[in-house]
């Protein structure tokens, strides 16, 4: 669509501006502030500079929880965005399933983290939870709360329960939105169904895969409530992602100054991946 | 769009008339779409096992408030063998408990209107209108999704203290604004681009004013779409746990927070904390039953 130019749009954005910023730019210029400071309490500040950067970025803790984040992220999209593909493919287009898979689908979804977690948590215990139970009946040695492996697991598992529906909502959604013609065109061609996957759904699908990708990645990126109550970023430190690491910095040992520069190297890899992200997926937008 | 939607539609109908195909390829292509057919006959357990994978641990859960305390950790069932309410007695007598619920819908039902009554002039520009640094707007908008909430919550804390709105239900709604309206904006944003502007042009030269214009014409048109933008406000703030618990102390505590409590002297009171869950459920479940048909009908009407 050709959009005319006009700055009097600025008007309508203004109202959205002013109260994303009331709780966006003053709480960044706080945290700002206490990441180049440092304080030995009653509200005395001193100038740190760029101290406790250079100590979180030279900090063995900080790249490990780094690395367990990323790799947190990369398992889960490579899980749920194809099989979210896959189940929304699937699912029935007109009939009562359509409204029964969407409410059974979107639950998990409305469900607060925190009780996310108790459920995982109660749900693999092997003397209480049907998970723990049945894997330790069929013989599989299973325990979250000693093995840093099943630990993964289980919150893997769990973010793929919780998660996995927002990217089939997404996809469904787009899905329903070819028109019928395209199919047509297809089975006069004679098209397997894998062709017609590969070119007419998944490029339709683009739009909301994007703004899946996305949502997914930085979500599951600034996990902590959910891995928080099930293994509290245990044992040792296997499941101790970055917001994990972050919290147990500011709130366990109040160290302002190194969680509020780690909070801003953090927000910052956050913002260079998604943008990278979202300039890959949206440059093809501009040739078709 | 229509027209031209059935116009090809109408030729495809008339293509075998057209030029008749030899019998024998036509039964072939008959059997092929037969056997796609039968092919595709078992695909609906792709979604019918994740389903029951989704509703195991939620049936665990609800089994769960059904038991007494010593059953739940004393023994090993499938369905509760002494099946009580106590639990859910214990939740809708104790005010400290339902207050929670109470709570937590108030200012969810507040960020909602909030965040989508804001997204709606602003996406509307986006969709319309070219202005001076639009493009860095909409990703800065995404930006705000990013900052990790953990380290924020104090800053957040300092911030509404000095506004004297702790403990309120619009502290909570307002910082939610935070991730909600960039959410809304990105989503109304698609359905509007679908409205051809066309439909904008011909409003205006029949006289219409923009409010009322915007109002009685294209509000309905977008209507699916302020559904999906108000069922994804609603699901995150409802949510959200760890803003809602630092601006919150007694009056506006929600019920999530309420929760995180439930330690008393005897261990922990799985049984209270399992229906305290179920219940949280509820809500959510009725919300996506009333936007079902919306989500179905399409996310983005153009953009897709």
């Known amino acids: 669509m050709n959009k005319t130019w006009n700055n009097k749009a600025w008007f309508m954005v203004l109202p959205m501006l002013l109260l994303v910023l009331f709780s966006a730019a003053i709480p960044l210029m706080t945290v700002v502030n206490y990441s180049v400071q440092d304080t030995f309490g009653n509200n005395v500040f001193f100038w740190a500079g760029t101290e406790w950067y250079e100590q979180i970025l030279n900090s063995r803790r900080f790249w490990d929880a780094m690395g367990r984040n990323l790799a947190f992220s990369f398992i889960i999209l490579a899980i749920e965005i194809p099989l979210g593909i896959l189940i929304a493919l699937n699912m029935p287009r007109r009939g009562w399933g359509v409204p029964l898979c969407l409410v059974l689908m979107a639950l998990p979804l409305l469900i607060p983290w925190n ?8 749900f693999g215990r092997v003397d209480i939870g049907l998970l723990g139970r049945v894997l330790e009946g069929i013989g599989i040695d299973y325990n979250y ?76 990126f600034m996990i902590y409530t959910e891995p928080f109550v099930v293994t509290g970023g245990g044992p040792g ?26 909070s801003i190297i953090y927000f910052l890899i956050v913002l260079l991946l998604s943008w990278i992200f979202y300039t890959v997926m949206t440059s093809h937008e501009g040739e078709r | 769009m229509v027209d031209a939607k059935q116009t090809i539609a109408a030729t495809m109908r008339e293509l075998p008339l057209e030029k008749p195909a030899d019998p024998a390829q036509k039964t072939q292509i008959e059997r092929r779409m037969r056997r796609r057919g039968t092919a595709s006959r078992f695909w609906w357990l792709v979604p019918a096992l994740y389903i029951i994978f989704l509703m195991l641990p939620i049936y665990w859960l609800v089994n769960m408030s059904l038991k007494t305390n010593s059953e739940i950790t004393g023994t090993f069932s499938l369905w509760p063998q002494q099946p009580t309410i106590r639990n859910y007695m214990v939740i809708f007598t104790d005010a400290s408990w339902y207050s929670g619920y109470i709570n937590s819908i108030i200012y969810v039902v507040m960020n909602t209107v909030l965040s989508v009554a804001v997204a709606l002039p602003a996406a509307y520009a986006f969709s319309r209108y070219r202005f001076l640094g639009d493009k860095h707007l909409f990703f800065w908008l995404l930006t705000n999704r990013m900052a990790p909430p953990a380290v924020f919550a104090l800053p957040f804390f300092q911030l509404y203290s000095a506004f004297g709105l702790i403990d309120t239900h619009i502290a909570v709604a307002l910082a939610h604004c935070l991730f909600n309206v960039p959410l809304a904006v990105w989503i109304l944003e698609g359905f509007m681009s679908g409205v051809p502007k066309e439909i904008d042009e011909t409003a205006y030269i029949d006289g219409y004013s923009f409010p009322r214009f915007f109002m009685k014409i294209f509000m309905p048109l977008i209507a699916s779409g302020i559904g999906v933008a108000a069922f994804f406000c609603f699901m995150f703030s409802w949510v959200e746990l760890l803003i809602a618990r630092t601006l919150t102390t007694t009056a506006a505590k929600p019920i999530a927070a309420t929760m995180t409590r439930t330690v008393s002297a005897s261990g922990l009171d799985w049984g209270v904390l399992a229906a305290a869950g179920v219940l949280t459920l509820i809500p959510g479940a009725l919300v996506i039953w009333f936007v079902r048909n919306y989500i179905a009908k399409g996310f983005a009407l153009g953009r897709v």
Do not use: E
């Not at chain 1, 009780?115 to 109660?122: D, H, L, S």
């Not at chain 1, 469904?172 to 019928?180: C, K, M, N, R, T």
């Open chain 1, 115 to 122: 009780v996310v977690g108790t459920i995982w948590q109660v």
């Open chain 1, 145 to 220: 709360v000693r093995d840093p492996l099943d630990a993964w697991i289980t919150v893997i598992l769990m973010d793929v329960w919780h998660w996995t529906s927002l990217v089939v909502l997404l996809c469904y959604a787009g899905l329903v939105s070819i028109p019928d013609a395209y199919y047509q065109a297809a089975r006069i061609d004679g098209a397997s169904r894998f062709a017609i996957f590969r070119y007419i759904q998944l490029p339709k699908l683009r739009r909301v895969l994007t703004i899946a990708i996305l949502l997914r990645f930085m979500d599951s």
């Open chain 1, 237 to 262: 430190n296997s499941t101790t992602f970055l917001s994990i690491d972050l919290v147990k910095m500011a709130v366990g040992q109040f160290d302002l100054g190194p969680a509020a520069a780690m």
